[in-house]
């Protein structure tokens, strides 16, 4: 599968974006304010975004729910309703562009469109070309007991089972290695 600066940009967003949110009512929200918002923007070269608001925070923390949904369809025709629904909300519109270096590349999102409008866009159609190849199973959540953050399985043989493989994946293996250990030494 093919995937473009543009689209793993977008990827890589939603899938920061989905790990904002809080895992349980005791875990803090990834996106308090909007200085952090900001930072979000910044961090992603999110381009054509204005002043940010609060009301730009909320909007964008309701299409981070709607995105995190996806992650959790539990199947293409689920994650494809989703998807329709979340592009056709932002008021989709394709067009080229080859801003800030880049070379040419499809943006989704209209000129002028909020934040959450441009990440609902162009996130959402990153997602949907998952979907179209067949290759919804990739959108995944972490296997560790203790973590569920979201991420995207770009392995060639689709065998990522953690969002990361030196916190989550190392701390599971050393865990059975000592368990392990324990038992041989009874």
Do not use: Q
């Amino acid at each position: 599968m093919l995937i473009t600066h543009d689209t793993r940009c977008a990827l890589d967003a939603v899938v920061d974006l989905v790990n904002t949110a809080p895992e349980d009512d005791e875990t803090p929200d990834g996106l308090p304010d909007v200085a952090t918002l900001e930072d979000f923007v910044r961090k992603h070269e999110i381009s054509d975004v204005g002043v940010l608001s609060e009301f730009d925070l909320s909007a964008v923390r309701k299409v981070r729910g709607r995105f995190a949904a996806i992650f959790a369809a539990p199947d293409a025709r689920s994650a494809a309703s989703l998807i329709n629904e979340l592009v056709a909300a932002a008021g989709t519109t394709p067009r080229l562009t080859d801003h800030d270096g880049y070379d040419w590349h499809v943006h989704y999102f209209a000129p002028g469109a909020s934040v959450a409008d441009h990440l609902a866009a162009d996130c959402g159609m990153a997602l949907a070309f998952f979907v179209v190849a067949g290759e919804e199973e990739r959108l995944r959540r972490c296997e560790a007991p203790d973590c569920r953050h979201a991420f995207v399985d770009l392995s060639r043989n689709r065998s990522r089972r953690y969002c990361d493989s030196r916190t989550c994946g190392n701390r599971l293996h050393v865990a059975a290695y000592r368990a392990r250990r324990k038992e041989a030494a009874g």
